[in-house]
């Protein structure tokens, strides 16, 4: 059993456990988790953030649940992937967008994961759309870091599990820090 599926959310009317105030300890403020499906969980991820002494705040906005006003009370965002696509014209897909304004206005740190990375290309600018030949990725694919990406983290994977039919542009400002075959850009810093 992994500890992943037992991770819960701290909604944000609740109280937050008290912390301690040591300036080398890791922020009390609670990782905001954004999940696009009701069966879905933090995985790995979660499991890497309590490990390592985050709160999680875990919300389903395509499911309804309300997104925070701002990032104030967070201490960064991380955007899960969905079987939905950046570019559904759908309310709550361009209410989600639009809202993640506010990791960029207020300097939180942004993780994107497949469709959290595509909602941030379109909210920067940048085109999300298939592949030219129809090609997609499902299963383990090879990626390989950019020289940029070896700088800001030198221990990548050699494959990552994808599951998509859409690639992504490197919008303006942004840097590639990983490649693939199939889809050129799988990852990016802005």
């Known amino acids: 059993m992994h500890k992943a599926s037992s991770i819960s959310a701290r909604r944000e009317n ?8 040591n300036p080398f300890s890791r922020i009390c403020d609670p990782v905001l988790l954004l999940l696009h499906q009701k069966s879905s969980s933090a995985g790995a991820v979660g499991e890497w953030l309590i490990d390592n002494g985050y709160q999680l705040d875990i919300r389903h906005p395509v499911l309804g649940e309300e997104l925070p006003h701002n990032l104030a009370n967070h201490s960064g965002l991380i955007v899960f992937g ?19 304004s506010h990791a960029l206005e207020e300097n939180k740190p942004y993780f994107g994961i497949c469709l959290g990375a595509q909602m941030m290309v379109h909210h920067l600018g940048g085109e999300i759309r298939p592949h030219p030949q129809g090609l997609v990725e499902i299963g383990y694919h090879r990626i390989c870091a950019t020289s940029a990406g070896k700088n800001l983290l030198p221990d990548w994977p050699d494959h990552c599990f994808q599951w998509h039919n859409e690639g992504f542009s490197i919008p303006a400002g942004a840097t590639r820090l990983a490649t693939g075959r199939r889809f050129e850009n799988q990852a990016f810093c802005w």
């Open 82 to 100: 969905g079987p939905m696509s950046a570019n559904d014209d759908t309310p709550e897909i361009r209410h989600e967008i639009t809202w993640l």
């Open 14 to 21: 609740q109280p937050t456990q008290s912390c301690n105030k």
